[in-house]
């Protein structure tokens, strides 16, 4: 009996291998596992979107316009960065059903992806998740002082704590995979929605509508369309910034349709409404996070379960982040982390950002420069993704050469990495970064009428396509041009 | 049998059971020219009445 039972708990230990393998894994889904419709979709992104972040959002955009054009831009910036995101992750993830940065590979090869994930994505990460610890650490601490009277200092040490507090949850949640982070996010969005509703009513309740319309932004510029664009750009790296995470959550989707217009739709329509809020509460009140100044207007009952709210809409956000982060750290880092439990990669993941949560003044105070910078790198990745995907593969990657390895991958590139998609990505986003440099924010004349997110992009695209075409299609390397397995896919 | 080899041969009972179940399955259509086009007006509608709106 006692072998039969070791038997059984040796095949039940390899099958629950095999499970979180598919769970946290880059296996490809089969269709019974892509659970999530339009509506499903589209409640996590709008999850995702009215967390936090977006207040700051808001919030920074009036620093350099008023509340009218600060609509504007944050409309223009978002639909077009939001569109170049979708275009750049979630089709090919969803197409295929494989996680984001396994299906990559047909665009920077096996070791590519690695460089790709170990670089730009696991820094913009870690600084988004320290970004949410903060601010759930500066609720609670807001909490305390309103319901207390203790006092604290709102980027104090007692911020730290909490945004500890705010990693170990995100954590836990983390360690349970997508369906608890979905599971939470079908009762977060919703109550986001109301939260954020409550929250205009509160401020125009202390506030005329003449007043917000009349109230001059907060620090510009003397140049106004200078000014303009500036905004502009900042929301369209706002809009980019979430790239990292769509596609592997789009691989859940059970169509190209409703995975485009959930991703983009979602996040639009959530990205408003929160920033909204945050462009008000900036110019009327100095301050964008309703942390500050949601209890002295809600009252201490409704603003203290209004911030408790916001606070673990933060967790759920933070989950959301980093479970295709990790994900993308366990596909690229190859047999280094093979027998390495998920939850203890999700625990080094975290590391970084509750070491950065010791610093709380630091994110908010280079918020907009950290949006940017990422932004001139994600910007740049976009066009390469999307040349590569529309253009050159026709929306065609063989499945099977995701999982080749060795000489016999087609997609083998130069010793696994795509040199021409590497360099793309680096001289386009040193582009951007001459067009307008957000740390010393100086600008060319071009980027008060092209920004430098669409020039950076362009430029992306119709390199990429030079060099790969020298350096591999006409080669014949790097599986162009094969046949569409799903060719017959969604036909009549 | 390792968990590579249990990982491998899971691996290729997904690979095979997509190309033969799934292959004509819609979960697995391109992004249609129609759906771009549809797509890409929206955001050109959206950030384009939005300059206007602001320059007036």
Known sequence: ?492 | MSQNTELDQELERRLVEIEAEEANDAIHAALGGRTIAVFLAAVAVIAGASWAVSAL
């Open chain 1, 1 to 492: 009996m006692g072998g039969v039972g070791t038997v059984s708990a040796s095949k039940k230990s390899v099958e629950a291998a095999v499970a979180e393998e598919a769970t946290y894994g880059a296996l490809p889904l089969t269709k019974k596992e892509r659970v999530w419709g339009a509506g499903d979709f589209s409640w996590v992104t709008i999850s995702l979107a009215i967390a936090t972040w977006a207040f700051l959002t808001g919030g920074s955009t009036v620093l350099l316009v008023g509340f009218t054009d600060g609509i504007a831009t944050m409309l223009i910036g978002n639909s077009i960065g939001l569109a170049i995101m979708a275009f750049g992750s979630v089709v090919l993830s969803q197409r295929i059903g494989v996680e984001q940065y396994r299906a990559l590979k047909s665009v920077f090869g096996i070791v590519g992806v690695g460089i790709v994930v170990f670089t730009i994505v696991l820094l913009t990460e870690m600084g988004w998740t320290s970004l949410l610890g903060v601010l759930f650490g500066r609720a609670f601490t807001e909490i305390s002082n309103q319901a207390f009277g203790t006092g604290f200092d709102t980027y104090g040490p007692i911020v730290t704590v909490f945004a500890l507090l705010a990693i170990l949850i995100g954590w836990i949640v983390l360690s349970r995979g997508p369906v608890t982070i979905s599971k939470l996010n079908r009762f977060v969005a919703p109550g986001l929605i109301v939260v954020v509703g409550f929250m205009m009513v509160m401020l125009m309740s202390q506030n005329s509508w003449a007043d917000l319309l009349a109230a001059p932004p907060v620090a510009p510029f003397e140049d106004e369309q200078l000014n303009f664009m500036m905004a502009v750009e900042f929301n369209l790296g706002a809009g980019l910034s979430w790239w990292p995470v769509m596609g592997t959550l789009a691989r859940l989707t059970r169509g190209p349709r409703a995975a485009v217009w959930a991703s983009w739709g979602g996040l639009f329509i959530g990205t408003v409404l929160a920033q909204i809020v945050g462009m008000a509460a900036g110019l009327m009140l100095g301050d964008p996070d309703p942390t500050v100044w949601m209890v002295p207007l809600g009252g201490p009952i409704l603003g203290i379960l209004t911030l408790l709210f916001v606070g673990f809409a933060n967790v759920t956000s933070m989950a959301s982040i980093a479970y295709s982060t990790v994900l993308a750290v366990k596909q690229t880092s190859g047999r280094a982390l093979a027998k390495v439990k998920w939850k203890h990669i999700c625990a080094g993941f975290l590391v970084l950002p509750a070491i950065l949560s010791f610093f709380p003044a630091f994110m908010y105070e280079q918020f907009m420069t950290f949006v940017l910078l990422s932004g001139a790198f994600i910007a740049a990745l976009c066009g390469v993704i999307i040349a590569d995907y529309f253009i050159l593969r026709k929306q065609r990657v063989p499945l099977r050469a995701l999982y080749t390895e060795g000489k016999d991958d087609p997609m083998r590139f130069t010793g696994g990495v795509n040199i021409a998609a590497l360099v793309s990505v680096a001289v386009s986003a040193a582009f951007y970064l001459w067009i307008y440099n957000p740390i010393t924010l100086e600008t060319l004349p071009l980027f008060q009428y092209t920004t430098a997110t669409l020039p950076a992009t362009a430029l992306a695209m119709v390199l990429y396509l030079v060099l790969n075409w020298l350096l591999y299609v006409r080669r014949g390397d790097g599986a162009y041009g094969v046949p569409d397995m799903f060719a017959a896919a969604g036909r009549k």
